[in-house]
């Protein structure tokens, strides 16, 4: 799947929504039409009382069913925008469970949570929100372009000569505000990233007196990202203050002309005041496109942040045959993280099945990388990890799991019981298999301790417990 293929899945249909929207800018438009018809029709003369009440009967059927056809229009959307809302989620955590345990090593949990968070919630936003109002924006022009048309179709060119000056600033503002944006959506993620450190950390912060220290540079942060927003604003609101105006070039010439053409009888003067009010909110609408322009630059780097996620290629189908204890060997193995980081160069290791050996080296070496590779975390680039003489690239992360503990070096416990916690080590496991693992781990004294023993919820992180139970 590629980005052009994820925006399709994402965006879907709006058929039913943007045919419901085109009948309420029609219901919008036709109480003008009418009102200037009647206006017509009494100042000549031609009209009697009873077809009045007829034109009003319409005008406020007009007003009705716009109001309705608004309702279902905006409900299809809020609809279909929390569709996508759940199905992105859904798709995301699903792709997530998939993926390399390697994957969640180069990318944070602040930065994930906010992928599921905050970008899926934009996408929600443009999709319900900006989408519709685009549409209605783009619509609302070319539905009044056609009614111009057979005003005068003099006047409905006249009525566009604004057009090209507009897409004209368009095309020179666009790498500018591109660019202002793209600052902003990294200050965001910055700040967000660092109040979330922050909050997450506050114990250990004031532990150490660190608070007015940390606390600035959070708050440095912050207003970085305000002084970037206003910055990202005033980029936008530049072209936007140029295009209204050349658009209002559009009414004048609307005006001039109409003026010119009812003076020497080629338009009635309902046509004319007909097509200065179409020219009017022709301006207006077309104006409009240009300040809903951020909802698809946020909804596009919204789609970018989810396609770090459901862009990355899912690990081939694994062998369903088991993997059997014997020995470990690395055969001329070579890896590395990034093109110019570190390296594991032509490693080449036996270690014999029943041995105990141990990796000993300054930090940064390579020890916990070696260790990730066994653990399937990572391919290697080239080379071959075998157990019992079986190329583990074959075997599944599941596989290699049941023949491989690990500890690593960061404490991570969820807000289950300590029975829970102990038990995700392995499928359906027993309370007696728990029971002896705690006790091969020298934690069963301390848990059968604590008042609910191997059912107390130790909350998020562990935090319940002591460094040293953790």
């Given at each position: 799947?590629?980005?052009k293929e994820l925006q399709k899945i994402v965006v879907g249909r709006n058929g039913l929504s943007n045919f419901l929207l085109t009948?309420?800018?029609?219901?919008?438009?036709?109480?003008?039409?009418?009102?200037?018809?009647?206006?017509?029709?009494?100042?000549?003369?031609?009209?009697?009382?009873?077809?009045?009440?007829?034109?009003?009967v319409l005008i406020f059927a007009s007003y009705l069913l716009k109001g309705v056809f608004y309702y279902f229009s905006t409900k299809v959307a809020h609809e279909k925008a929390y569709e996508k809302l759940t199905d992105l989620r859904l798709r995301i955590i699903e792709h997530l469970k998939k993926l390399?345990?390697?994957?969640?090593?180069?990318?944070?949990?602040?930065?994930?949570?906010?992928?599921?968070?905050?970008?899926?919630e934009q996408v929600e936003i443009y999709l319900a929100h900006g989408r519709p109002e685009i549409m209605s924006a783009t619509l609302f022009p070319l539905i009044i372009f056609i009614a111009m048309l057979f005003v005068d179709y003099r006047l409905a060119i006249g009525m566009?000569?604004?057009?090209?000056?507009?897409?004209?600033?368009?095309?020179?503002?666009?790498?500018?505000?591109?660019?202002?944006?793209?600052?902003?959506?990294?200050?965001?993620?910055?700040?967000?990233?660092?109040?979330?450190?922050?909050?997450?950390?506050?114990?250990?912060?004031?532990?150490?007196?660190?608070?007015?220290?940390?606390?600035?540079?959070?708050?440095?942060?912050?207003?970085?990202?305000?002084?970037n927003l206003?910055?990202?604003?005033?980029?936008?609101?530049?072209?936007?203050?140029?295009?209204?105006?050349?658009?209002?070039?559009?009414?004048?010439?609307?005006?001039?002309?109409?003026?010119?053409?009812?003076?020497?009888?080629?338009?009635?003067?309902?046509?004319?005041?007909?097509?200065?009010?179409?020219?009017?909110?022709?301006?207006?609408?077309?104006?409009?496109?240009?300040?809903?322009?951020?909802?698809?630059?946020?909804?596009?780097?919204?789609?970018?942040?989810?396609?770090?996620?459901?862009?990355?290629?899912?690990?081939?189908?694994k062998t369903g045959e088991s993997l059997a204890v014997g020995?470990?060997?690395?055969?001329?193995?070579?890896?590395?993280?990034?093109?110019?980081?570190?390296?594991?160069?032509?490693?080449n290791l036996v270690l014999k099945q029943n041995t105990l050996n141990a990796f000993v080296g300054p930090s940064g070496c390579g020890k916990s990388?070696?260790?990730?590779?066994?653990?399937?975390?990572?391919?290697?680039?080239?080379?071959?990890?075998?157990?019992?003489?079986?190329?583990?690239?074959?075997?599944?992360?599941?596989k290699i799991s049941r023949l491989i503990g690990c500890v690593q070096q960061e404490v991570i416990l969820f807000d289950l019981s300590i029975f829970e916690n102990i038990a995700i080590g392995k499928e359906n496991a027993t309370r007696d298999e728990v029971i002896e693992a705690a006790k091969q781990a020298r934690c069963h004294d301390f848990i059968s301790a604590l008042p609910q023993g191997y059912d107390t919820r130790i909350g998020e992180m562990g935090v319940k417990l002591s460094g040293g139970e953790k």
């Open positions: 799947m590629n980005e009948l309420k800018i029609v219901f919008d438009l036709l109480p003008q039409v009418l009102l200037v018809y009647l206006i017509s029709s009494l100042v000549s003369g031609n009209t009697v009382m009873d077809n009045v009440k007829y034109v009003f390399n345990l390697g994957f969640f090593k180069e990318h944070n949990t602040g930065e994930l949570t906010n992928i599921v968070q905050h970008d899926v566009i000569a604004g057009i090209p000056l507009m897409i004209l600033v368009r095309m020179l503002s666009s790498k500018l505000i591109k660019d202002k944006f793209q600052i902003y959506f990294n200050q965001e993620m910055k700040m967000r990233e660092e109040m979330m450190e922050y909050t997450q950390n506050i114990a250990i912060i004031k532990a150490f007196s660190k608070e007015e220290t940390l606390s600035d540079r959070a708050l440095n942060t912050a207003r970085s990202y305000v002084d206003m910055g990202s604003m005033g980029a936008v609101t530049v072209p936007m203050g140029l295009i209204d105006i050349f658009m209002e070039v559009g009414v004048v010439i609307t005006m001039i002309l109409g003026s010119v053409f009812l003076y020497y009888g080629e338009i009635t003067t309902a046509h004319f005041i007909l097509a200065v009010i179409l020219s009017n909110i022709f301006t207006a609408s077309v104006s409009k496109t240009a300040t809903l322009h951020h909802f698809s630059i946020i909804f596009n780097e919204a789609l970018k942040a989810i396609g770090k996620v459901l862009l990355v290629p899912l690990p081939t189908d020995d470990i060997a690395f055969h001329n193995v070579n890896f590395s993280y990034t093109e110019d980081g570190f390296a594991l160069k032509d490693i990388t070696i260790a990730n590779l066994l653990m399937g975390f990572w391919d290697v680039d080239s080379g071959q990890i075998e157990i019992n003489g079986k190329d583990i690239k074959e075997y599944s992360q599941e």
